[in-house]
T-cell receptor, first 114, second 109 residues
Framework: EPEVTQTPSHQVTQMGQEVILRCVPISNHLYFYWYRQILGQKVEFLVSFYNNEISEKSEIFDDQFSVERPDGSNFTLKIRSTKLEDSAMYFC????????????FGQGTRLTVV | QQPVQSPQAVILREGEDAVINCSSS?????VHWYRQKHGEAPVFLMILLKGGEQKGHEKISASFNEKKQQSSLYLTASQLSYSGTYFC??????????FGAGTTVTVRA
């Protein structure tokens, strides 16, 4: 069964460092998303991406964040200068051709900023 | 704007029923329901589109009242495997799936 894969599963970084979280969405999906979940809290929308550009972003997704689809298969989230409050589980998701279809989530990357 | 879920938590014994509600102040195109086990990714349960349809997954069903912008998830004859956090996700046709805060369901033997 096709699945969304994320790497790494866990990353520890020092405050102020740049991190790149990687995702490989399901191959025939066209809509891609990043979500964040701080421990014990709800899943929060960060950004959606379609046709090689950002479709929608939340207020969380400030200038420190960027997304890219560099090679047609990977979908990356970059945090330029990490802060302690960026520590969370980051989920990538994708869905097929248009909204109103099931979103498939990856297993997440646990980011710990120390 | 995120949908509002209630209750925040519910504890059930096996075989009991529960209802989880999700409401939005904005017009919705669809409502998704996901279940997340501790330490895992959210897993899709069902999607309800405009039209007020009701869908089911095992003994879990849901309804969508388009006029009231509300959806309810019904856990019937709950099983231990139903434990987890249930999130509703709402779409307004803007490519953004927004989640509620979640309802933690604990089913005890």
């Amino acid at each position: 069964e096709p699945e969304v894969t994320q790497t790494p599963s866990h990353q520890v970084t020092q405050m102020g460092q740049e991190v790149i979280l990687r995702c490989v969405p399901i191959s025939n999906h066209l809509y891609f998303y990043w979500y964040r979940q701080i421990l014990g809290q709800k899943v929060e929308f960060l950004v959606s991406f379609y046709n090689n550009e950002i479709s929608e972003k939340s207020e969380i997704f400030d200038d420190q964040f960027s997304v890219e689809r560099p090679d047609g298969s990977n979908f990356t989230l970059k945090i330029r200068s990490t802060k302690l409050e960026d520590s969370a589980m980051y989920f990538c998701a994708s869905n097929q051709r248009r909204p109103n279809t099931e979103a498939f989530f990856g297993q997440g990357t646990r980011l710990t900023v120390v | 704007q995120q949908p509002v879920q209630s209750p925040q938590a519910v504890i059930l014994r096996e075989g009991e029923d529960a209802v989880i509600n999700c409401s939005s102040s904005k017009a919705l195109y669809s409502v998704h329901w996901y279940r997340q086990k501790h330490g895992e990714a959210p897993v899709f349960l069902m999607i309800l589109l405009k039209g007020g349809e009701q869908k089911g997954h095992e003994k879990i069903s849901a309804s969508f009242n388009e006029k009231k912008q509300q959806s309810s998830l019904y856990l019937t004859a709950s099983q231990l495997s139903y434990s987890g956090t249930y999130f509703c996700g709402t779409e307004r046709g803007d490519y953004k799936l927004s989640f509620g805060a979640g309802t933690t369901v604990t089913v005890r033997a």
